[in-house]
């Protein structure tokens, strides 16, 4: 679907389709370890920094824009001196990261597995 | 957790975990495609890349290679003439595959809001 033929149901499998955008932004290599963070409760930049581990200020800064942009982050200016700035996630940022980290959970818990096939794979 | 320390826990936010390689190979651009189109069925190559629209062969040939790999998708050579190549999922891959099923099926149905939100972002 876009943003001229909302008639026509969404597909991610249609190359054109935003759907297909939306999914990936969320599920950017970013994207998903920010939405999951914050799943765990509002975060500010810089804590939000240093929980998704690796991220470079200007990837975090960038995913976020994009992530607030589709309507999954909000971020609130704090009214303190010196100013707060704190992100948190919508109802619908809720229900993707609710997705993404149930998906997180089954890829940590089978890790064992995957490098089993790895090593098997690799032994071929 | 990486492939020596097996008694650490997996965990995503840490930058050398490999479950965080294992979850980005999965929800990579054109992963996260392929296995959803996997869910509905097995596919031979060329039917799978009719699927996911927009994706080249070498593309989908390295995703299926990394996907194969992490012991979510099989590859098998059916004995004919000429030899068929056919993908399916493992039982990991399939319940991987779920998940992404889910976050697919929301984003899709919300695609309405998002767009409503890129607009009124868009005219701040």
């Not at 499998?13 to 939306?22: L, Q």
């Not at 920094?49 to 470079?56: I, Y």
């Not at 490098?115 to 098997?120: D, H, M, N, S, V």
Request: glycine fraction near 4%.
């Amino acid at each position: 679907m876009s943003e001229t033929d909302s008639s026509i149901e969404a597909d991610v499998f249609a190359r054109n389709c935003s759907s297909r955008e939306a999914l990936q932004n969320a599920t950017s290599r970013w994207g998903i370890l920010a939405l999951a963070a914050l799943a765990e409760g509002d975060y500010r930049f810089n804590a939000l920094r240093r929980r998704v581990d690796g991220v470079s200020e200007r990837m975090l800064s960038q995913t976020l824009h994009t992530l607030e942009r589709d309507g999954l982050v909000v971020r609130t200016v704090l009214q303190s001196i010196p100013p707060k700035v704190e992100y948190s996630l919508t109802p619908l940022g809720r229900q993707v990261a609710e997705q993404l980290t149930g998906l997180i959970d089954l890829m940590q818990s089978n890790l064992p597995a995957v490098l089993a096939a790895r090593a098997e794979h690799d032994a071929r």
